[in-house]
């Protein structure tokens, strides 16, 4: 190397594998050379070699690509010959890959920030709806628990034990394990009356919605005589609607700020406890 530009310093060596070829005598010796990353790019730069080398190394990578492209064409094609097969000996197609159900956990993690489009529909059973009983005028008041923002209904006036308010409402969910929802007689001198109360737990929310009856019972420390002989229930759907941004909250004022007892029977109201 004495009239090159570069040395080249001979390191450990070690023999791991030379394949021979066709025709290639027996005796043949091979050695391969195993140097490190950062030695084999000088060794390139010194030899000025670096070039052609990264060339060759994108064209490999191109040819790579390329055959891993017409095998997924080759393999998409044969499914597709396969399911056209089955539908034409009238077997079910191939099952299509579902992931599987969300969990309480994991929906609690997917929703976070999610918009919940809640509707209360009506209530069956509640008291106060007989001939000779008390005169109610019921709203409802839903909010996930441990939020400070709720959804309250408008006011019915004496519409008997089983009223409908078919009213819709929009909160966002920020990880919570239940929606609680109280059910109130309104009470224009003093404070409202708790009447009933129940939650839907966010595992039935699952699925990305639900709409059916959820069970009220009667208010921890209610009076015996005043329990319900009927179960109490009452009807609402909820729908996981997607996460929206900041510009998008802003300006969807789809509710109303205000209280209940103003609100009109086909709306719902949104406040802030304090």
Same mark, same amino acid.
């Given at each position: 190397?004495?009239?090159?530009?570069?040395?080249?310093?001979?390191?450990?060596?070690?023999?791991?594998?030379?394949?021979?070829?066709?025709?290639?005598?027996?005796?043949?010796?091979?050695?391969?050379?195993?140097?490190?990353?950062?030695?084999?790019?000088?060794?390139?730069?010194?030899?000025?070699?670096?070039?052609?080398?990264?060339?060759?190394?994108?064209?490999?990578?191109?040819?790579?690509?390329?055959?891993?492209?017409?095998?997924?064409?080759?393999?998409?094609?044969?499914?597709?010959?396969?399911?056209?097969?089955?539908?034409?000996?009238?077997?079910?197609?191939?099952?299509?890959?579902?992931?599987?159900?969300?969990?309480?956990?994991?929906?609690? &993690?997917?929703? =976070?920030?999610?918009?919940? %489009?809640?509707?209360? !529909?009506? $209530? #069956?059973?509640?008291?106060? @709806? *007989?001939?000779?009983?008390?005169?109610?005028?019921?709203? &409802?008041?839903? =909010?996930?628990?441990?939020? %400070?923002?709720?959804? !309250?209904? $408008? #006011?019915?006036?004496?519409? @008997? *034990?089983?009223?409908?308010?078919?009213?819709?409402?929009?909160?966002?969910?920020?990880?919570?394990?239940?929606?609680?929802?109280?059910?109130? $007689?309104?009470?224009?001198?003093?404070?409202?009356?708790?009447?009933?109360?129940?939650?839907?737990?966010?595992?039935?929310?699952?699925?990305?919605?639900?709409?059916?009856?959820?069970?009220?019972?009667?208010?921890?420390?209610?009076?015996?005589?005043?329990?319900?002989?009927?179960?109490?229930?009452?009807?609402?759907?909820?729908?996981?609607?997607?996460?929206?941004?900041?510009?998008?909250?802003?300006?969807?004022?789809?509710?109303?700020?205000?209280?209940?007892?103003?609100?009109?029977?086909?709306?719902?109201?949104?406040?802030?406890?304090?």
């Amino acid at each position: 190397s004495a009239g090159l530009g570069y040395d080249v310093t001979l390191g450990p060596i070690r023999l791991v594998a030379v394949p021979k070829g066709r025709g290639a005598p027996a005796n043949q010796d091979g050695v391969c050379w195993k140097l490190c990353a950062a030695r084999f790019a000088e060794f390139l730069q010194r030899a000025q070699r670096k070039l052609p080398f990264e060339q060759a190394c994108r064209m490999s990578l191109l040819s790579r690509q390329l055959a891993l492209k017409r095998l997924c064409e080759g393999m998409l094609k044969a499914w597709q010959r396969e399911e056209a097969a089955a539908e034409i000996r009238g077997k079910p197609p191939m099952s299509v890959f579902e992931p599987p159900p969300l969990t309480p956990r994991g929906f609690r &993690v997917a929703y =976070r920030g999610a918009a919940m %489009r809640i509707s209360i !529909r009506n $209530a #069956v059973n509640l008291p106060g @709806g *007989g001939w000779f009983g008390p005169k109610i005028d019921p709203f &409802v008041v839903v =909010r996930f628990s441990g939020s %400070r923002r709720d959804l !309250r209904t $408008a #006011v019915l006036k004496d519409p @008997g *034990g089983d009223p409908c308010w078919k009213a819709e409402g929009t909160l966002r969910y920020i990880g919570e394990r239940a929606l609680e929802i109280r059910v109130y $007689a309104f009470n224009k001198f003093r404070e409202d009356d708790l009447i009933a109360e129940g939650e839907l737990r966010v595992g039935a929310l699952c699925s990305g919605r639900f709409d059916g009856l959820v069970k009220l019972d009667a208010p921890k420390g209610a009076k015996r005589g005043g329990r319900p002989s009927k179960e109490m229930g009452i009807v609402i759907g909820v729908v996981c609607e997607r996460r929206r941004s900041s510009a998008e909250e802003e300006s969807a004022g789809t509710l109303t700020t205000g209280s209940s007892r103003s609100t009109p029977p086909w709306q719902m109201s949104e406040s802030v406890v304090a």
